[in-house]
């Protein structure tokens, strides 16, 4: 059974910095594509970041110079660094694991397991 588990929100202020980790188990992060999504109040899930299985990062706009997805094989987890955070990042954030042939990362539909999610909240 794969499992993913995230962890390391919290409540920030505006400009500073949290890293998310998200643990896998059952399967390996190193040969998947593994995503962060968000969900706001009140706003649909969105692409946040991406890695696929040989390195290629992918980001949405709004968090370009400002996140970085990361892995670390040996540990299977997957780490979102963000930083300079705005008070519009606040959201849950999900960790989702799928397949390493997906041909878009940034769709919800590529991947097959989500983690529970983690409050990031942002105060202005």
């Known amino acids: 059974q794969v499992q993913l588990v995230e962890s390391g929100g919290g409540l920030v202020q505006a400009g500073g910095s949290l890293r998310l980790s998200c643990a896998a188990s059952g399967r390996t992060v190193s040969t998947s594509t593994m995503g962060w999504f968000r969900q706001g109040p009140g706003k649909e899930r969105e692409f946040v970041a991406a890695i696929r299985w040989l390195g290629m990062t992918h980001y949405v706009d709004s968090v370009k110079g400002r996140f970085t997805i990361s892995r670390n094989n040996a540990e299977n987890t997957v780490y979102l660094q963000m930083n300079s955070l705005k008070p519009e990042d606040t959201a849950v954030y999900y960790c989702?694991?799928?397949?390493?042939?997906?041909?878009?990362?940034?769709?919800?539909?590529?991947?097959?397991?989500w983690g529970q999610g983690t409050q990031v909240t942002v105060s202005s």
């Open positions: 989702a694991m799928g397949i390493s042939s997906t041909s878009n990362a940034a769709a919800a539909g590529s991947y097959n397991t």
